[in-house]
């Protein structure tokens, strides 16, 4: 007779299927974050925007189809965040979806990291601010690095929060925005809690250590709050030296014909006209936005090369006479402009026309050709000084991975593409200041700027300003360009320099050294900021560490997904 005893239940289902709690929690994971970030920016939800996530972290044991639903809606908040990429050419819609799906990573694996964590016992006030530190560190090495869009990045307009970024950089403010979270969401679920002790249907999944949680959030916000008030308070010194920061908003496109590269150095040598003449003070520099001083005519260097010379079909001292007249060519061009910059105003003695420190093509032929994304600083006479290489490229923008191995695929890409790296930073002499020059996404790339000014300050010293020059016209007016303006707000703080950025389409600004935004044009206009940094002789520890600490945190988060799938192996 078959036995009539009832059979063990399957598992639960709860975690195989995809309920409303979790819906609820993925499509609150990309909302929040979304609206606490540009374009519209509402700065007092970031206090809220990670609570999705952690309450994700406190699963048991998240299935398969809950992850993916929750990677899903956080790929579409990264696409929307980031879709201003998409302007810059048609192959650039499979590399704005293809980086959308690679960050939308980090967070799905911060839910295991964290979760393994919390099943080991550990307060998430404790785990959860170190594991999202090390994930958005290992976000900007992974993959040449990206900085934007970090939780810290909501704070660049509450100047008092941001200030302890010289501590950390923008990951010291992304953890206290982690720690305030978790205290709201445990002080929340002790309410609740209370409120259900009675009830049949308890709080799924409550988290203990509320007082804890609470009483460090309140710790780390008041120490925040007091030291960025002491910060602001802290006098700068004033300087001579006026810059004067030209933008505008020009079309630019991949492979642009001679003509029109005319057209924008053309439109640019206007602009600087206009901004000298309408200055009440003497300008000493110049600057122009990335590669709109080209116009067909990038600065050259280098020419004794016997092997590039038969390529051409020349003899070795005819190739060299070519690059010598190319050079005289650029020489005299940048002195034709800067005498139409010479001040119209009687003076005695006169006053000398201002340097153009100016976004430049750089071509090298001292063996093969080698071309770079550059700054070209240019003396009072027409004569080069000093010119930067740009050494951070934009993966996908200046260079493909793999394409010179691909000839099949390299048909495919744009031109414009196999930009060269810089040689390393440099440092400027404009006045009576000595500037770091940067170029587009190095100033997006927070490690970048910081490594600039530590390298160059261990060789001679640290820079008084940043100088970077971007062209953001290949983003149309998207919320790119506010993100990228907030990634040099936070780099001024952790760096303690003033940061002067002149922007085809993008932020033409004077950023003091507390990150506060001194002037600036609005999006999509023509004209100039004029610039007086002060200068500020605050040493702060990031540029005495680095971003050490933010490493050892990413070698933390990696550790539980790592251990697990040790553990796995071994069973």
Known sequence: MASTAPQPEPPQQASRIVGRRWWCIAILAALLPWLSQPPLGWWPIAFIAAIPILLASTEPAPHRKQMLVLYATVAAYWALTLQGLRHAHPAMYLCWLALAGYLAVYPVLFVVALGRILRQGIPMIVAAPILWVGMECLRNYLLTGISAVMLGHTMADVPIMIQIADLGGSYAVSFVLVACN???????????????????????????????SVTVAAILLSATLLYGRFRLQQPTDPSTTTLALIGRNERVEYGQDPSRELELFDAYTRQSIEAVRNSDVSIDAVVWPESMFT??????????????????????????????????????????????????RPADPPLPAPDLVVGCGVVDYSDAPRVYSGIVHIGKRGEVQQWYGKTHLVMFGEYVPLIPHLPLVRNWVPDGLGVTPGPGPQAFDIGNLKVSPNICIETAVERVAINHLRRLGATTSIPDAIVTVTNDGWFDDSSIITHHQRCAQLVAVACRRPILSAANNGPTAWIDSCGRVIEALPQGAAGSVIASPRLDRRTSLVMVLGDWPARFCAVLFVGPLLYRRRKSART
């Not at 020349?314 to 139409?340: G, I, K, N, S």
């Open 295 to 344: 116009g067909t005519l990038p600065w050259m260097i280098g020419g004794k090369n016997a092997e590039l010379a038969r390529q051409q079909g020349l003899r070795p001292q005819e190739f060299e006479a070519l690059v010598q007249e190319r050079r005289d060519a650029f020489r005299q061009r940048a002195a034709a402009v800067q005498a139409m910059l010479q001040p119209s």
């Open 182 to 212: 978790v205290a709201l969401l445990t002080a929340w679920q002790a309410v609740m809690s209370r409120r259900r002790s009675s009830s049949a249907e308890p709080l799924p999944h409550p988290m203990p250590h509320p007082v804890l």
